[in-house]
């Protein structure tokens, strides 16, 4: 009898191990590989949290696998978990230096049904990265991608003004072009690209701007279940929406911004794109605090459907 009871208990210790895919703009080695990680690591402390409440059966307990997959571009990232190849897509959205990156805000509005569920933000640190051995005096070239050569540019003039620049698809790629040449290169890249690749840091944080951050952006399909995995107790929302508004018409801006004032909600970004629909025709992306389940954000936006000719919720999302 002991001996039945033990093979059913063993039977009921078995752990569902469920595989969590998670896809950022690549090659390994760059910013966007470390925001997905993590973005991965916040999952793993989820999935602890709430236990088996996200089993596929109630009481089953899992274990959570996570997988990181890179993608060539923005594009086929986005893609990729709009088809469900993934279950999270890790995309760059704004620096503080460059400013907005243009084409996933585009593609979320024109091309895509995804849903932002979270934003990271990853500080920027550029370190000069050389073969073993090389002096910082001997460096003759410098290569990176052509954002990360902008953002060191100070420090270049100062200690390399003689040195020439050429630009790479990524700061990954320029780590391995120098880890495979014999000549007195360097490269812009992260600490992990030198661990890659296995080069010497010979000299560290030498981006201009000590502050420099990039947002990132955590995307996944509507109806994914695991989402909740992300929500954190305490932290804000702030919610991503884009509209059109009537061309040529005086003060249609100043009517829209004026929906949420009326409310004393506070927006965080405006910024205006072109609408695709012809020369001068504009959309704009708002961000602003707060959910769309907050009384008084739903009311100021159903009160903007009523001014605008298009209006898309992008996300509420925690950051």
């Known amino acids: 009898?002991?001996?039945a009871e033990s093979k059913i208990s063993a039977v009921c210790e078995v752990i569902i191990e469920m595989n969590i895919q998670i896809g950022y703009l690549g090659p390994m080695g760059t910013f966007s590989e470390e925001a997905a990680r993590r973005v991965?690591?916040?999952?793993?402390?989820?999935?602890r949290s709430v236990g088996s409440s996200v089993s596929p059966k109630p009481g089953e307990p899992v274990q959570y696998s996570v997988h990181y997959?890179?993608?060539?571009?923005?594009?086929?990232?986005i893609s990729a978990v709009d088809a469900g190849e993934i279950d999270y897509a890790v995309v760059p959205a704004e620096n503080s230096y460059e400013g907005s990156v243009s084409?996933?805000?585009?593609?979320?509005?024109?091309?895509?049904?995804?849903?932002?569920?979270?934003?990271?933000?990853?500080?920027?640190r550029h370190h000069l990265l050389v073969q073993r051995g090389t002096k910082l005096s001997s460096v003759g070239t410098?290569?990176?991608?052509?954002?990360?050569?902008?953002?060191c540019r100070r420090f270049l003039s100062e200690h390399l003004p003689n040195a020439k620049q050429f630009e790479t698809?990524?700061?990954?790629?320029?780590?391995r072009v120098v880890s495979v040449n014999s000549l007195p290169l360097a490269a812009i890249g992260t600490e992990q690209c030198a661990s890659i690749y296995g080069l010497d840091i010979v000299a560290r944080d030498i981006q201009d701007l000590q502050n420099n951050v990039t947002r990132f952006l955590v995307l996944s399909k509507g109806d994914n279940e695991r989402k909740s995995l992300l929500v954190e107790a305490g932290l804000p929302y702030k919610t991503s929406i884009v509209c059109a508004i009537e061309r040529d018409r005086p003060g249609?801006?100043?009517?829209?911004?004026g929906v949420f004032a009326a409310k004393q909600i506070n927006l965080t970004r405006i910024e205006s794109r072109p609408s695709r629909q012809g020369y001068g025709d504009y959309v704009f992306f708002i961000d602003v605090e707060g959910t769309v389940t907050d009384a008084a954000l739903k009311e100021s936006l159903d009160r903007l459907s009523e001014k605008v000719i298009s209006l898309k919720v992008l996300g509420s999302y925690q950051y």
């Open 69 to 77: 997959s890179p993608y060539k571009g923005i594009a086929a990232l």
């Open 1 to 3: 009898m002991m001996k």
């Open 252 to 257: 249609s801006l100043y009517e829209l911004l």
């Open 103 to 124: 084409p996933t805000w585009d593609i979320l509005f024109h091309d895509s049904s995804a849903e932002i569920i979270r934003e990271v933000l990853v500080s920027v």
């Open 169 to 175: 698809a990524s700061t990954a790629e320029a780590a």
């Open 142 to 151: 410098v290569l990176s991608h052509p954002q990360a050569l902008a953002q």
């Open 40 to 47: 991965g690591t916040l999952l793993e402390k989820g999935a």
